[in-house]
């Protein structure tokens, strides 16, 4: 099962951390080894499989879920807050590629060398265009390997259609991304009050999503927001950058 990356107090080489193991109810604790003979005489009912790891008790108040882990729910139950939000939809990216842009008819004109950055709207860019007109923003920030992988290849080249109608879309350097401890999963944040987590297969394949409205883990990925936000940089000057490097 895939482990899932919540929070973390590491610094300066620290390493208390934790996961959540996705599907389940249970969380990964990762610190020091206990290992006072004082302290471990006292503990009851071990196993033999059993470990103790210290953490301090700010991991667990900052980053520990409050409420049960959410049931995997298919991606169109959610389709209808792209519409309902009032505020603000943002997005993490953060896989290499995604098989919902590789089956598609214009993943192989891309891939024919043909322009795919002004194509006409879709229902999904006219949505867009919708909902930032009264006022409400879509904003993304995609992680981008160096070298870029063909499938961020492909994001970088059709991302100009999206911006033109009305999304702010940045991208962010996975080794930058390292740095700032950012979560290698990809979400959406609905008005900073509804988390929609992906799931996905080894085939970058999406399996689906899950919904919380947890105040720990809702703050988790504001934290993020903000962290990305920041240092992403917008898809035409990153694409340059790109570009000049080749």
């Excluded at 004082?38 to 409420?67: G, I, N, W, Y």
Aim: glycine share 4%.
């Amino acid at each position: 099962m895939a482990l899932r990356f919540i929070g973390s107090t590491s610094d300066d080489g620290d390493c208390p951390t934790l996961y959540e193991v996705e599907g389940t109810d249970e969380i990964l604790v990762q610190g020091e080894r206990e290992t006072d003979p004082a302290h471990l005489v006292q503990l009851r009912d071990v196993k033999e499989s059993e470990t103790f790891v210290r953490v301090p008790r700010s991991l667990l108040t900052r980053f520990a879920p409050r409420s049960e882990a959410p049931e995997l729910q298919p991606f169109a139950s959610v389709a209808h807050l792209f519409r309902e939000f009032r505020h603000t939809a943002w997005r993490l990216e953060t896989r290499r590629g995604y098989a919902t842009d590789r089956n598609t008819p214009k993943w192989d004109r891309w891939q024919a060398g043909e322009d795919v950055s002004r194509d006409p709207d879709n229902a999904w860019r006219e949505n867009i265009r919708a909902q930032t007109a009264q006022g409400k923003r879509f904003e993304r920030v995609r992680l981008v390997d160096e070298p870029p992988t063909q499938g961020q290849q492909f994001l970088m080249a059709a991302a100009p259609s999206g911006v033109a109608a009305g999304e702010d879309i940045r991208n962010l350097s996975r080794a930058e991304a390292e740095r700032l401890r950012l979560p290698d999963n990809d979400f959406w944040l609905f008005d900073s009050q509804v988390l929609v987590r992906f799931a996905f297969d080894d085939d970058d394949t999406t399996l689906g999503v899950y919904v919380t409205e947890d105040p720990v883990e809702v703050l988790a990925a504001c934290q993020v927001r903000d962290a990305a936000w920041h240092h992403a940089v917008p898809t035409a000057e990153f694409a340059r950058r790109v570009r000049s490097t080749v």
